[in-house]
C-alpha cells in the first residue's frame, strides 16, 4: 500500500526566510509526487508534480520540491517566504501501472509565515 | 470560467434525511473524484469516474452513492445522513489517468453539517 508521511504538523517561518515543508513517501515502483495547497475555506490548489527526469521540480508561486529516491522525499521548498504563502500544504503519492490510479495524501502541514 | 464547481457550498440537514452534492467541471476531462475532508483535514479518495465508468470506489457506507450522467457531472448522493458525515466533501477533475494527464483539480467544496 502506498503512504505519505508529513511529519511536521505546523511549520512556522519569518517573512524573507526560506521555508521547508517535509514530505516523505512509500510506494512500490517509481512514485509520482505531488503537492497541493489549500487556503482556508477553498479547495486544494496544484503547486507541482514529479513523474521523471530532474529532481528538482519547479512550480507555481515560486515553490519548488526536490525528489530524493535514497531517501524516499520530496519536500517542499521556497527561497522567500511571503505572508501570502500561509496555508495548509498536502503532500500526495501515487504508484506507477496503468491500476495506480488512487492519490494518497497526507494529513498537511500548516505553514504560518510571519510578518 | 470556474473549472470544478459544486452546489451547494453548504448544506445543514437532520439526521436521516436524504441529500445530493453536484459536481461539475468546463474542463473537458475524462476523470472525476469525490473525496472527504474530515475536521482534522485528512484527505480521503471516495469515488472516482472515469468516461462514466467507476474505476475507484473505496471503502464507504452505501449510503453514498456516485452518479455520472456524463462526463462533465460527477453527483455525490447521501442516504439517510448520519452524524459522522459531516465534512467538507471535495470534487476533482482530471483529464485522465496516466501521469501525464492526471493531476487533479479541485472544486470549492461543500461543507456538509448533520444534526
Known amino acids: 500500500a502506498q503512504s505519505v508521511a508529513q511529519p511536521e504538523d505546523q511549520v512556522n517561518v519569518a517573512e524573507g526566510n526560506p521555508l521547508t515543508v517535509k514530505c516523505t513517501y512509500s510506494?512500490?515502483?517509481?512514485?509520482?509526487l505531488f503537492w497541493y495547497v489549500q487556503y482556508p475555506n477553498r479547495g486544494l490548489q496544484f503547486l507541482l508534480k514529479?513523474?521523471?527526469?530532474?529532481?528538482l521540480v519547479k512550480g507555481s508561486y515560486g515553490f519548488e520540491a526536490e525528489f530524493n529516491k535514497s531517501q524516499t522525499s520530496f519536500h517542499l521548498k521556497k527561497p522567500s517566504a511571503l505572508v501570502s504563502d500561509s496555508a495548509l500544504y498536502f503532500c500526495?503519492?501515487?504508484?506507477?501501472?496503468?491500476?495506480?490510479?488512487?492519490?494518497?495524501f497526507g494529513k498537511g502541514t500548516k505553514l504560518s509565515v510571519i510578518p | 470560467d470556474t473549472a470544478v464547481s459544486q452546489t451547494p457550498k453548504y448544506l445543514v440537514t437532520q439526521m436521516g434525511n436524504d441529500k445530493s452534492i453536484k459536481c461539475e467541471q468546463n474542463?473537458?476531462?475524462?476523470?472525476m473524484y469525490w473525496y472527504k475532508q474530515d475536521s482534522k483535514k485528512f484527505l480521503k479518495i471516495m469515488f472516482s469516474y472515469n468516461n462514466k465508468e467507476l474505476i475507484i470506489n473505496e471503502t464507504v457506507p452505501n449510503r453514498f452513492s456516485p452518479k455520472s450522467p456524463d462526463k462533465a457531472h460527477l453527483n455525490l448522493h447521501i442516504n439517510s445522513l448520519e452524524l459522522g458525515d459531516s465534512a467538507v466533501y471535495f470534487c476533482?477533475?482530471?483529464?485522465?489517468?496516466?501521469?501525464?494527464?492526471?493531476?487533479?483539480?479541485f472544486g470549492p467544496g461543500t461543507r456538509l453539517t448533520v444534526l
Open positions: 500526495a503519492v501515487r504508484g506507477p501501472g496503468a491500476g495506480s490510479y488512487q492519490l494518497t
Open positions: 476533482a477533475s482530471s483529464q485522465g489517468l496516466r501521469p501525464s494527464t492526471d493531476t487533479q483539480y
Open positions: 474542463l473537458g476531462h475524462d476523470t
Open positions: 510506494v512500490s515502483g517509481n512514485p509520482y
Open positions: 514529479y513523474i521523471t527526469g530532474d529532481n
